[in-house]
Nanobody, 122 residues
């Protein structure tokens, strides 16, 4: 089981980025996938979750709701996090994780991938 996040980078405030989480070793359509972020000196924060195809529901944390959206492409075994109107406080390492079941929030996340750095700065 592997999860690889990519798509991070340096962006100005107000800009946009799309992160991708590519899964391998398991069928993405059977599990919930979560996005997390962790900024230096801060605790890890759950950003979003998308349920498996049977449910399809999504969850977005209040701090980014209206600016971030999460979606999945099962054919590509990929989950996306679309981030718009980025703010400096969104700066963090973002990474994805597999839920131990198909719905959000899962009972636990059992596999975490390596992260991708997002820096929002002028």
């Amino acid at each position: 089981v592997q999860l690889q996040a990519s798509g991070g980078g340096l962006v100005q405030p107000g800009g946009s980025l799309r992160l991708s989480c590519v899964a391998s070793g398991f069928g993405l359509d059977l599990y919930a996938i979560g996005w997390f972020r962790q900024a230096p000196g801060k605790e890890r924060e759950g950003v979003s979750c998308v349920s498996s195809s049977d449910d399809g529901s999504t969850y977005i944390v209040d701090s980014v709701r209206g600016r971030f959206t999460v979606s999945r492409d099962n054919a590509k075994n990929t989950v996306y996090l679309e981030m718009n109107s980025l703010k400096p406080e969104d700066t963090a390492v973002y990474y994805c994780a597999r839920g131990a079941n198909h719905f959000c929030p899962p009972v636990l996340y059992d596999y975490y991938g390596q992260g991708t750095q997002v820096t929002v700065s002028s």
